[in-house]
Structure formats: structure tokens, C-alpha cells
């Protein structure tokens, strides 16, 4: 009987321990028991297996029919007489006799077996119940403690203990974080690998940063606000274009709220990252114009064939247009879907001399890392320092040193 407690008390113990239901386990430890009895008798059409979880008891019937003495021709299905009116003194032939199978009877080596495949198939549930129930998360936020950092990647447990993976691929350049921190991240995927499920999790996602859109900004949960399209350089800066079906209801102020109340929120959880919002627009040159964002256009020229934008800007507007290390034009053109070449509007400045001109004098691939940066007329690289034209394009100082000395050369001949 022994050992019957100590199998009973397992089952207990999984039913505790494991998100699993009365119902399922109870299915679990008939099944286990049957495919027993199966290997033992060849079948277990005639045994009845009463399980109690909640109390940890389970009981095994065998059910045989009464013969005359001497006319047992199945041990398993029959029962000779004489041994029948030991159990019940009343029986009589023909009827049906029923007798706990004590699991001792079954031997050690069946009782560990069966207690394996136990521990084997509640550990196969347990797996595909996490891997259905974040397989459906995928694409939502979810939190979770820091346990384990390595280089690679981050080990974070949710409330119930599953393992989540926050690789560094998927983590935004300035987090830093320790074990016990709390982790908000969306889940980007679920994979499985040797039989276990791996939760992928992401903080760079652009579904990431839509999700904290919704949880913070009401109208865009409850669909007023529709979020049309998102780019992202995770920790530098964002571009999302929103738009309201609902006139009254202006889309950019409903994102930022009241004096930046609600973009706060999600401006801290990225690490500070600069978030445009800009009123989406079906007209390419309008929506070019919101994308470039804080700079102010003075005309643009579009090639929609080749999905190309001349953008004229005063000298003044051409930094704004490109922004720090360039992240806003490159995020403004992967909004539109355009490629975005800035020009300055030089109608003011007749002694001004278009990059052009010196092709003749300088190289190229000069003039490109040059015209990357938003110059396209000599005064427009005279008027930034060598400091900065070495540290926003890929230009040795001594390159620059020698473009700038060709370009005052031109305007002191003049």
C-alpha cells in the first residue's frame, strides 16, 4: 500500500504545482492506468478506474464473471464459483463479480512506469498549454521579472514562473537591466525547440511601441484613433502617423496629451526616445511634408515613378530635415515610402555655387557623402565646421580640410 500512497501523493503534487485542471488530470491518470492494465491483460474493457483528486485516491476495479468450477477459461474476465462466494457468500453463476486491484499487484517496475508516463505527459501538457496560451499573445505586452542576464540575451519569469527570452538583438541600446527588474516587452514570437516552447520577447518591435499607443491613449484602444504606420530607430527616434475617422477629434493632440501627459509615459519606457506623431495623409507630398517634422518645407517636387521627393528647404531648415546622425530623414522617407533628397532653397543666395560645379575638382563620392548630409551648394558646406562635416559622413579630416580650401578658393576668385 505504500507504494500507492507515494504515487498518489505525486499526483497531488502535480495537480498543486501545474496549471493543470480537475477534469484533464483526472483524464491523465485513467488513461496512464489503462494503457497499464492494456500491457498486463491485452485489454481493460472490463476494469473501472475511479480517480479522486482532490483527496489523492485512486482506486482500480476488475470486473469477472462467475463460471462453474473448472470452466475458467480467462483469469482476467472469469471467476470460478468457489472463489466467487469467498468475496460474497449470495453470488451465483452468471453474475458479475467486482474486486479492487491493489497496484502493489502490478509489481515495482509497472507502478515506476506508470508513474514516469505520468510525469512525461503532464510536462508534454504543461508544454503545450504555454506554448498555446502565448501563441495567442503574440503581439501583446506582457511583464515579467528579470532572474538571469548573460550577454546574449535576458531570462525574465512571469507571474506564473515561465521562462521568457529577451535577447540583446531585441532589446533597445540603452536598457540596462538587473535581476529582479521589472520588464515590460511585447511577445514577438513562439518557437519550439527539442519539444519546449522558447517565448521570444521585444522592446525595438514597432508592435511594441504601438501597444503602449493603446494602453496609454484611450481613443486609440476604442478605435477613434487609428495608428497607420510606424518606424522606429529603437532609442533614437520614432515617426508614428495616426488619423481619426472622427473630425472632432484632433489625433495628434489625443497621442500627446494634455502638456505631453500621455507620450510621456512611453518616451520614458523606450529610453527617452524622440517620438514625432504626425497626422497621416493619402497625398504624398502633404504627408512628406508632416513626415520631415519639425522642419518647414518651402517646395517640393515628387517622382512618384520612382518614388522619389525633391525637397527644397531654407539653409536654415535643412539641418532639422536631416536630424541627429540622420535618423530623421531616413525615418521620414521609410514612413512615406519615398527616397527623400533635401536641397536648399538658394533663391537668396545668387553668389552660391552648386556642388555640381566642382565635379571636375573633387571626387564623386565626395560630393555624395556630401549632398547625404543635406549640402548641395559650397556655402552650405563653408557654413558648417570640419568637426562636423568629419563626425555626420564618412570623410577623413584631410578630405575635408582639402574640399573646403577648393570651395573658398572659388568665391575668393570671385
Not at 42 to 52: F, K
Amino acid at each position: 500500500m505504500e507504494q500507492q500512497i507515494g504515487l498518489i501523493d505525486s499526483f497531488q503534487e502535480f495537480k498543486e504545482f501545474k496549471n493543470i485542471d480537475r477534469e484533464t488530470m483526472m483524464s491523465i491518470l485513467e488513461d496512464v492506468f489503462r494503457n497499464m492494465l492494456q500491457k498486463k491483460y491485452g485489454s481493460d474493457n472490463n476494469y473501472d478506474i475511479i480517480v479522486n483528486i482532490d483527496k489523492g485516491d485512486l482506486e482500480v476495479w476488475r470486473n469477472r464473471v462467475i463460471v462453474e468450477d473448472g470452466e475458467v477459461e480467462d483469469d482476467n474476465r472469469e471467476i470460478a464459483y468457489s472463489q466467487a462466494v469467498k468475496i460474497e457468500p449470495d453470488f451465483e453463476v452468471g453474475e458479475e463479480v467486482s474486486e479492487e486491484v491493489k497496484l502493489e499487484d502490478f509489481g515495482r517496475r509497472a507502478v515506476l512506469a506508470v508513474r514516469q508516463n505520468l510525469i512525461s505527459r503532464v510536462l508534454d501538457l504543461e508544454k503545450d498549454d504555454l506554448y498555446k496560451k502565448y501563441k495567442d499573445k503574440v503581439g501583446t505586452i506582457v511583464a515579467g521579472e528579470v532572474y538571469q542576464v548573460w550577454k546574449r540575451e535576458i531570462l525574465i519569469l512571469d507571474d506564473e514562473e515561465n521562462e521568457l527570452i529577451l535577447p540583446k538583438s531585441e532589446q533597445i541600446p540603452t536598457d540596462y537591466f538587473k535581476k529582479g527588474d521589472t520588464v515590460r516587452a511585447v511577445v514577438l514570437k513562439v518557437d519550439m525547440k527539442n519539444n519546449n516552447p522558447v517565448i521570444i520577447l521585444s522592446r525595438t518591435s514597432s508592435v511594441f511601441l504601438e501597444r503602449l499607443f493603446e494602453q496609454e491613449v484611450p481613443e486609440i484602444y476604442d478605435g477613434l484613433i487609428t495608428v497607420k504606420r510606424i518606424v522606429r530607430v529603437p532609442g533614437e527616434r520614432a515617426k508614428v502617423a495616426v488619423e481619426s475617422y472622427d473630425d472632432r477629434i484632433d489625433p495628434v493632440g489625443a497621442c500627446v496629451g494634455m502638456k505631453g501627459s500621455r507620450i510621456h509615459g512611453i518616451v520614458r519606457e523606450l529610453g527617452n526616445e524622440n517620438i514625432d506623431v504626425i497626422n497621416f495623409s493619402d497625398n504624398d507630398a502633404i504627408f512628406i511634408q508632416r513626415a520631415l517634422s519639425p522642419a518647414k518645407i518651402t517646395s517640393i517636387q515628387l517622382r512618384p515613378e520612382e518614388k522619389r521627393a525633391e525637397v527644397y528647404l531654407k539653409p536654415d531648415q535643412v539641418s532639422l530635415a536631416i536630424g541627429k546622425g540622420g535618423f530623421n530623414i531616413k525615418l521620414a522617407g521609410k514612413l512615406v515610402g519615398y527616397e527623400i533628397d533635401v536641397y536648399r532653397d538658394t533663391d537668396q543666395d545668387i553668389e552660391d555655387v552648386r556642388l555640381i560645379e566642382f565635379k571636375d575638382e573633387i571626387e564623386d563620392w565626395v560630393l555624395a557623402e556630401l549632398k547625404g548630409i543635406g549640402c548641395d551648394t559650397a556655402r552650405s558646406v563653408l557654413d558648417l565646421s570640419v568637426e562636423d562635416l568629419v563626425k555626420r559622413t564618412d570623410l577623413e579630416e584631410e578630405t575635408v580640410l582639402e574640399v573646403m580650401r577648393i570651395l573658398k578658393s572659388e568665391f575668393e576668385e570671385q
